[in-house]
């Protein structure tokens, strides 16, 4: 074992030791485990930590580490069949959220990823915010229920339009913002209107609520305002998820003379409109359109953004901007939910956003996703001529790739698996039946840009392998 070997395999070594030896056998020193493994005092002490949490060995101060006496694990398995009878009819589909193929072998290149490869994520600049974060005397204090005021203030100069920390509410996450606007605004069995296609996760989230979702089609200019009010006029919705800038899955840019029909048409039918404005750091260097919250004057928009896509993904930080009597409905949904959000990671994400780093980061993350976004879309486009890239993004992390008539979108991602690509299928975007084939190529989860011309050297493989690509 290397000097550079984790804890985490020095753990699964000293169990294989430990299996060998009686409840009461004294472990070696911990010098003796430095010297056998080749591994430093650090990892031996955590490792040793990690053990004795897991109370498979005991530590005995000033005499050495012990095994401890093994528990006889229960043999019979527990009857939960009367669970069935008793739980209410509430399940929760997660099945659009996860990976039907199961976890990628080691060695796929991942393009159906949503979060950025770790060599772009901010690392040493979060290690630092949290370093900073963790120092404050009140770091590990009740954070308050809208979250911290500082951090309030930084997102509504970053929103605009005349926004201040009052209409600022700090959510765990975009995900968590989603849930608790569908639930504060719509009741069990209310229709809501979503573009189609869209992101999955609204999807699940919607009908976690109870909600029932009801697709508006979108073309080369974003969400359609004609159709959008025949949906309201038919549904007697009151209320519209949308995507206007860097939409997932298909990277649209809502047109500029659409921005002020869909809130026309919204506030005409008395409807809410949740603005997901997940990309709004990750513009790939033109400007970053304004939200259509800038042009609200009713209190019609809850916007809401988080830091986990530009930043990593366990920075569970988001925020929503509503204005009015919503927003006391989305207190009280924080306060029975979970109180507040925790203040490290609330005093981490202001460390990171008050430092100058941070729009240094976004500044070379915008360039990197260029040149990723470049390299993949010329890779389609020379290997796989029979796939029809339906726009070039100028923002967000995905391309959207329409797939040749008879071609089953599942059938492709999951031999793409057996290749050693992970792509999304493009069923998962549509609350209702798709109208064709789709793929979901991402370009930030892969390692770097050679990985995405492989991906799509191996993509071209499949189609010459396969004469017909179909269920």
């Given at each position: 074992m290397s000097d550079s070997s984790s804890s985490a395999?020095?753990?699964?070594?000293?169990?294989?030791?430990?299996?060998?030896?009686?409840?009461?056998?004294?472990?070696?020193?911990?010098?003796?485990?430095?010297?056998?493994?080749?591994?430093?005092?650090?990892t031996v002490s955590q490792a040793i930590a990690t053990l004795a949490a897991e109370g498979v060995v005991i530590t005995r101060p000033g005499s050495g580490t012990y095994v401890a006496a093994r528990v006889e694990r229960r043999t019979q398995v527990a009857d939960t069949a009367w669970q069935s009878v008793t739980l209410a009819d509430r399940t929760v589909d997660t099945s659009i959220l996860t990976n039907a193929f199961g976890v990628a072998p080691e060695g796929t290149i991942m393009l159906d990823g949503g979060y950025?490869?770790?060599?772009?994520?901010?690392?040493?600049?979060?290690?630092?915010?949290?370093?900073?974060?963790?120092?404050?005397?009140?770091?590990?204090?009740?954070?308050?229920?809208?979250?911290?005021?500082?951090?309030?203030?930084?997102?509504a100069t970053m929103a605009g339009g005349g926004v201040s920390a009052d209409d600022i509410l700090i959510t765990a996450g975009g995900q968590s913002a989603l849930s608790m606007a569908f639930r504060a605004i719509a009741g069990p069995g209310d229709p809501i209107l979503m573009e189609s296609p869209t992101y999955p996760g609204a999807i699940a989230a919607a009908r976690a609520a109870s909600l029932r979702p009801v697709p508006v089609p979108m073309d080369a200019d974003g969400l359609q305002p004609d159709l959008l009010a025949d949906a309201f006029a038919m549904t007697r919705a009151r209320l519209l998820y949308c995507q206007p800038t860097y939409h997932n899955p298909t990277g649209t840019v809502l047109a500029p003379q659409?921005?002020?029909?869909?809130?026309?048409?919204?506030?005409?039918?008395?409807?809410?409109?949740?603005?997901?404005?997940?990309?709004?750091?990750?513009?790939?260097?033109?400007?970053?359109p304004p939200p259509?919250?800038?042009?609200?004057?009713?209190?019609?928009?809850?916007?809401?953004?988080?830091?986990?896509?530009?930043?990593?993904?366990?920075?569970?930080?988001?925020?929503?901007?509503?204005?009015?009597?919503?927003?006391?409905?989305?207190?009280a949904i924080r306060l029975v939910d979970d109180f507040f959000v925790a203040r490290p990671l609330q005093e981490t994400a202001l460390e990171l956003l008050t430092s100058p780093t941070w729009e240094r980061h976004v500044r070379t993350l915008a360039a990197a996703l260029r040149e990723r976004c470049g390299a993949l879309t010329a890779a389609v486009t020379n290997e796989?001529?029979?796939?029809?890239?339906?726009?070039?993004?100028?923002?967000?992390?995905?391309?959207?790739?329409?797939?040749?008539?008879?071609?089953?979108?599942?059938?492709?991602?999951?031999?793409?698996r057996q290749h050693g690509v992970a792509v999304s299928a493009g069923n998962r975007?549509?609350?209702?039946?798709?109208?064709?084939?789709?793929?979901?190529?991402?370009?930030?989860?892969?390692?770097?840009?050679?990985?995405?011309?492989?991906?799509?050297?191996r993509l071209a493989q499949i189609i010459r392998n396969e004469t017909r690509l179909g269920p």
């Open positions: 395999e020095l753990v699964t070594r000293m169990r294989a030791m430990i299996a060998r030896l009686s409840p009461g056998d004294r472990l070696p020193s911990s010098r003796e485990l430095i010297r056998r493994y080749r591994v430093g005092p650090a950025l490869h770790r060599s772009l994520q901010p690392t040493q600049i979060l290690t630092a915010a949290l370093a900073r974060a963790a120092r404050r005397p009140d770091a590990w204090d009740r954070a308050p229920a809208s979250g911290l005021a500082a951090l309030r203030s930084v997102f659409r921005r002020r029909q869909i809130l026309d048409t919204a506030r005409a039918a008395g409807a809410f409109v949740i603005e997901d404005d997940f990309a709004r750091h990750l513009g790939h260097g033109a400007p970053v259509l919250l800038a042009d609200d004057l009713d209190g019609t928009v809850v916007y809401l953004t988080s830091l986990t896509k530009p930043a990593a993904p366990s920075l569970r930080i988001g925020t929503l901007v509503a204005r009015g009597p919503v927003m006391e409905r989305l207190r796989l001529p029979g796939w029809t890239l339906t726009r070039v993004p100028t923002g967000g992390l995905h391309l959207w790739v329409r797939l040749p008539s008879g071609t089953d979108d599942t059938v492709v991602a999951g031999r793409a975007y549509f609350a209702t039946e798709r109208p064709a084939a789709y793929l979901r190529l991402g370009f930030a989860a892969g390692a770097d840009r050679a990985e995405l011309i492989e991906a799509a050297r």
